[in-house]
Structure formats: C-alpha cells, structure tokens
C-alpha cells in the first residue's frame, strides 16, 4: 500500500536558520502530496499542495516541489521563525482513497 | 463559513462509561473522517464515511462506533470507554479529490 516516511524530529534550528524536512512517498500511482502544519494545542491546517509532477507548493515561505523520480516532497523554508515552531506532516492522497500520513516532524525554533 | 467544528473540546470519563463526539461540518462535503492521534504514533485513522448513510473502517476501529445520518454530521461513539482511548480525536472532512479540512480536536482522558 502507499506510505510516506518523514524525518525523525525533533528538528531544532535557531531564527534564520534555512530548514529542510525530508519526505518520500511510496504509491504505485500518481498521488496528490501535501505538507500539514500542526500548531500547538491545534489540529491541522493545510501549508501546501502540489498535484502532479514538478508542481511546486509554496505558502508562507515555506516551498515544497513534487519530485516523481526521486519521490520526493521535501518542505524548505529560507528563514524560519520562532513562530514557525509546529508539527508538519507530510501526507498524500491517490483519487477517492483515504488519505496517508507520516509520523510528522516537530521544529523548534529558538530566538 | 465555520468550517468543521468538534464538540467537546475535553472530556474526562471512567472506565466504562460511553459517550459521543459530534463533528459537523459546513462546506458540503462527502468524505468525513475520524482520525486519533497519541504521541509518537502521528495520525491512525479510525473510521470513515464516503457519504451520507455510509460508513466504513479504517486502521484501528476495535471499540468505537459511528454514523452518518445526516451529511454534515459525523458522530463518533465510544460504548464502553478504556484508558487505551486516552487521545486526541481529530475530525476531518474533504470533498472528493480536494484538500482535507480538520477541526481543532477533542482531548479524551479515560480514568
């Protein structure tokens, strides 16, 4: 079946820093792929998308390109903020099927 | 345009006591989902719904129950509770291929 395999956090950088979180999916088709942002306390909120080959995803400066030959969707982000600090799951979904998550990541963002 | 709302937002039960969590969601949406999330094990998926009057099993079911009656609810029930069901219960819902759109969670302790 389709998975998705995320980094371990958790991830710690200091304001400024440039941040990278890896994701890689399995899927035998062509998926939709998705970064979710958890903020403390919260549920999830949708960061970006990307719905087919070389689409990149971009919202709040975070940006995220769909790589089929790697099947890759890594998250990036030039400078991050304290107010960055989040879990972000990487998910993706293949037609009317349900949709697959990895464990998430956890940033942490010290001033 | 509230979006997908949960009720409680915490509860405290006994072992063995039953309740139901309420999701209701405004944007029209077919799919409803039901998800858990503990640490350390992300996002399990517990039941589902493609539409209303249906419903369907996801990746940890065993000892909870949910209906669709009306398409903008999805009701998650708990008959006999157990301090395993100690968790945060997330709601979703998404229309077809779309974005999934969650609500903000209901944290469950169990006694």
């Known amino acids: 079946g389709d998975s998705v395999t995320q980094m371990e956090g958790p991830v710690t950088l200091s304001e400024e820093a440039f941040l990278t979180i890896n994701c890689t999916y399995t899927?035998?088709?062509?998926?939709?792929l998705f970064w979710y942002v958890q903020y403390p306390g919260e549920g999830l909120q949708l960061l970006l998308k990307?719905?087919?080959?070389?689409d990149k995803g971009s919202n709040k400066g975070f940006e995220a390109t769909y790589r089929k030959e790697t099947t890759s969707f890594h998250l990036e982000k030039g400078s991050v903020q304290v107010s960055d600090s989040a879990v972000y799951f990487c998910?993706?979904?293949?037609?009317?099927?349900?949709?697959?998550f990895g464990k998430g990541t956890m940033l942490l963002v010290s001033p | 345009n509230a979006g997908v709302t949960q009720t409680p937002k915490f509860r405290v039960l006994k072992t063995g006591q039953s309740m139901t969590l309420l999701c209701a969601q405004d944007?029209?949406?077919?799919?409803m989902y039901w998800y858990r999330q503990d640490p350390g094990m992300g996002l399990r998926l517990i039941h589902y719904?493609?539409?209303?009057?249906?419903?369907a099993k996801g990746e940890v079911p065993d000892g909870y129950n949910v209906s669709r009656l009306k398409k903008q609810n999805f009701l998650l029930g708990l008959e006999s509770a157990a301090p395993s069901q100690t968790s945060v219960y997330f709601c979703a819902s998404r229309m077809m291929t779309d974005t999934q759109y969650f609500g903000p969670g209901t944290r469950l302790t169990v006694l």
């Open positions: 944007m029209n949406h077919e799919y």
């Open positions: 899927a035998t088709g062509y998926p939709s």
């Open positions: 990307a719905t087919k080959a070389d």
């Open positions: 719904s493609v539409g209303e009057g249906t419903t």
């Open positions: 998910a993706l979904v293949q037609g009317y099927s349900t949709l697959t």
